[in-house]
């Protein structure tokens, strides 16, 4: 069983900045296009921001310029950087993301499926 385990989430201050990390379970998969989302309290989730896998992104307009999309790929981890945090960007956080066995730049890849991550909670409070 192969799944998304995501980190970085935590309480910071307004202003303040956190990294997110997204990663296969196991090592022998990779990641393709993937998207951050985000759900706060009586709020439908959003897209927060997408990458392909050939690397461009996508932001949402509430954190363009503050968020930062990118890829490891020898580390096989998609990272989101948040930057000048606030209050509002307060929600727990879910990547989301097409799963290959293998390498994802290699001929023999081949599609597994369409995973979610379990979530990490991101609070921006004084």
């Known amino acids: 069983q192969v799944q998304l385990v995501e980190s970085g989430g935590g309480l910071v201050q307004p202003g303040g900045s956190l990294r997110l990390s997204c990663a296969a379970s196991?090592?022998?998969?990779?990641?393709?296009?993937m998207g951050w989302y985000r759900q706060a309290p009586g709020k439908e989730r959003e897209l927060v921001a997408s990458?392909?896998?050939?690397?461009?992104?996508n932001y949402a307009d509430s954190v363009k310029g503050r968020f930062t999309i990118s890829r490891d790929h020898a580390k096989n981890t998609i990272y989101l950087q948040m930057n000048s945090l606030k209050p509002e960007d307060t929600a727990v956080y879910y990547c989301?993301?097409?799963?290959?066995?293998?390498?994802?730049?290699?001929?023999?890849?081949?599609?597994?499926?369409?995973?979610w991550g379990q979530g990490t909670q991101v609070t921006v409070s004084s």
């Open positions: 989301n993301g097409d799963l290959y066995n293998g390498d994802l730049y290699s001929s023999s890849r081949y599609y597994y499926g369409n995973y």
């Open positions: 196991r090592s022998t998969f990779s990641i393709g296009a």
């Open positions: 990458i392909a896998s050939g690397g461009s992104t």
